[in-house]
């Protein structure tokens, strides 16, 4: 039996796109994600597909490098998006899913980790599919038959029986139910380790309910923090970080004093809640721009009025509970629940937030070093630097002044491979 660990495992799960050459790159500037500061004319040198130096433009050029030269372009890291569904598309709501056979979604995973990564994101968490579909796709990538991201992988989604993570269209007699169900505090460690055994290499779990499911409201908890605690210190001891849905005060409340790492939504989240993640350093992930899409398009989509109910009654107070939480000093991170809608527009959400009280800087950094640092690969990306991977997405114009520019990114590299120029 082979058994990989610590820093080899990391290093597998990071290593797609990496060749062993030389790249040189050539830009106007360069934006430092750590300090918000502008490197003019850098000359980025990587090799064997991450950085070996940042320099200045006329500096040497290792014989042989390949050189990309970029004039009028920003550069910056290679962005990041928390949360997202790869094999999930925004157009088919409702019932619609059910059209297709099982097999179908992981296809459409494949074009999105494309689209995805086109778009600027080379790195993901896909937190939540069937069939360890994500797994599948971050292999495939990292062998080099097709074209994405970096994934960071979450296999299902844990949820409690009835809950938004479970099967909650069909009636008793097709008795159709999720194979991750939890229900007691070791049916928690239990789903952690079955997880993990099946590729996994994040935890992603329903704490409360949910818009796009059926029979539920998303205020309401639905797992215990007994449960939630569980699976938070079992997905720890495996040197694993844990993700929560949660909507609802009470189960974010919840979830942060069992040690879950991020928050997803978070969209009723009251002061208490606000002042807990202020205190423990939880990460917020806020999706506040998805819901411009599903309004306008969900209905077409098929979405259930309910559901587009749900969606209108919390889109608001989720874009003034982000205000009020960034005011608070919490730690924020990018994530957008792509696949709610098309793969591609991740980008759109920089703009939401600066809207609703991020600075470009700010909203830019949760999308880079924060991001990162809740992935806990900030050794690896996040920041163009050495030893970190070749990761660069560029824009025309400036993103400290129109955060928009990187709705429509020029280039894009990922370990020191062009993916769009």
Same mark, same amino acid.
């Given at each position: 039996?082979r058994?990989?660990?610590?820093?080899?495992?990391?290093?597998?799960?990071?290593?797609?796109?990496?060749?062993a050459?030389?790249?040189?790159?050539?830009?106007?500037?360069?934006?430092?994600?750590?300090?918000?500061?502008?490197?003019e004319?850098?000359?980025?040198?990587?090799?064997?597909?991450?950085?070996?130096?940042?320099?200045?433009?006329?500096?040497?050029?290792?014989a042989?490098?390949?050189?990309?030269?970029?004039?009028?372009?920003?550069?910056?890291?290679?962005?990041?998006?928390?949360?997202?569904?790869?094999?999930?598309?925004?157009?088919?709501g409702?019932?619609?899913?059910?059209?297709?056979?099982?097999?179908f979604?992981? #296809?459409? @995973?494949?074009?999105?980790? *494309?689209?995805?990564?086109? +778009? %600027?994101?080379? $790195?993901?968490?896909? &937190?939540?599919?069937?069939?360890?579909?994500?797994?599948?796709?971050?292999?495939?990538?990292?062998?080099?038959?097709?074209?994405?991201?970096?994934?960071?992988?979450s296999?299902?989604?844990?949820?409690?029986?009835?809950?938004?993570c479970?099967?909650?269209?069909?009636?008793?007699?097709?008795?159709?139910?999720?194979?991750?169900?939890?229900?007691?505090?070791?049916?928690?460690?239990?789903?952690?380790?079955?997880?993990?055994?099946?590729?996994?290499r994040?935890?992603?779990?329903?704490?409360?309910?949910g818009?796009?499911?059926?029979?539920?409201?998303?205020?309401?908890?639905?797992?215990?923090?007994?449960?939630m605690?569980?699976?938070?210190?079992e997905?720890?001891?495996?040197?694993?970080?844990?993700?929560?849905? #949660?909507? @609802?005060?009470?189960?974010? *409340?919840?979830?942060?004093? +069992? %040690?879950?790492? $991020?928050?997803?939504? &978070?969209s009723?989240?009251?002061?208490?809640?606000?002042?807990?993640?202020?205190?423990?350093?939880?990460?917020?992930g806020?999706?506040?721009?998805n819901?411009?899409y599903?309004?306008?398009?969900?209905?077409?989509?098929?979405?259930?009025?309910?559901?587009?109910?749900?969606?209108?009654?919390?889109?608001?107070?989720?874009?003034?509970?982000?205000?009020?939480?960034?005011?608070?000093g919490?730690?924020?991170?990018?994530?957008?629940?792509?696949?709610?809608?098309?793969?591609?527009?991740?980008?759109?959400?920089?703009?939401?937030?600066?809207?609703?009280?991020?600075?470009?800087?700010?909203a830019?950094?949760?999308?880079?070093?924060?991001a990162?640092?809740?992935?806990?690969?900030?050794?690896?990306?996040?920041?163009?630097?050495? @030893?970190?991977w070749g990761?660069?997405?560029?824009?025309?114009?400036d993103?400290?002044?129109?955060?928009? &520019?990187?709705e429509?990114?020029?280039?894009?590299?990922?370990?020191?491979?062009?993916?769009?120029?």
């Open positions: 039996m058994v990989v660990l610590g820093a080899a495992l990391a290093a597998a799960m990071l290593t797609g796109g990496a060749q050459k030389t790249v040189a790159v050539t830009a106007d500037r360069l934006l430092d994600t750590k300090t918000g500061k502008y490197v004319k850098p000359l980025v040198i990587i090799e064997d597909g991450r950085v070996v130096s940042v320099g200045r433009a006329g500096d040497a050029v290792p042989g490098a390949e050189q990309v030269s970029l004039p009028g372009v920003t550069l910056l890291p290679g962005l990041i998006d928390m949360h997202v569904h790869l094999t999930s598309a925004g157009k088919y409702g019932y619609r899913p059910y059209e297709f056979t099982d097999s979604w992981t #296809a459409v @995973g494949v074009a999105n980790a *494309k689209t995805t990564l086109e +778009a %600027g994101f080379t $790195t993901v968490r896909n &937190v939540g599919t069937a069939f360890y579909a994500d797994v599948g796709i971050r292999e495939a990538i990292d062998e080099g038959w097709i074209v994405g991201p970096r994934i960071m992988a296999g299902y989604a844990l949820g409690a029986t009835g809950g938004h479970d099967e909650t269209f069909f009636p008793p007699s097709m008795d159709e139910k999720s194979p991750a169900l939890v229900d007691s505090p070791d049916e928690g460690r239990k789903q952690v380790r079955t997880q993990r055994k099946y590729g996994a994040s935890i992603k779990i329903c704490a409360t309910g818009v796009f499911s059926r029979g539920d409201e998303p205020g309401a908890q639905q797992l215990t923090y007994e449960e605690k569980a699976i938070a210190d997905a720890h001891m495996a040197g694993m970080k844990v993700a929560a849905h #949660a909507h @609802g005060a009470p189960g974010i *409340k919840d979830a942060i004093r +069992a %040690g879950i790492d $991020t928050i997803e939504h &978070v009723l989240i009251d002061d208490e809640g606000v002042k807990l993640a202020v205190q423990r350093g939880t990460w917020l806020f999706d506040i721009y819901t411009d599903t309004q306008a398009e969900g209905k077409k989509n098929g979405e259930l009025e309910d559901n587009l109910r749900k969606d209108r009654e919390i889109g608001g107070i989720q874009r003034e509970n982000y205000r009020k939480a960034l005011k608070a919490a730690r924020m991170i990018y994530s957008t629940d792509a696949g709610v809608y098309p793969h591609g527009l991740n980008a759109k959400q920089f703009a939401v937030m600066v809207r609703f009280g991020a600075t470009p800087l700010q830019i950094q949760s999308a880079t070093v924060n990162a640092e809740a992935l806990g690969w900030d050794k690896d990306v996040g920041q163009v630097g050495k @030893g970190f990761d660069l997405v560029g824009v025309s114009g993103p400290l002044s129109d955060v928009t &520019v990187l429509k990114p020029v280039f894009v590299m990922k370990g020191g491979e062009v993916v769009k120029r």
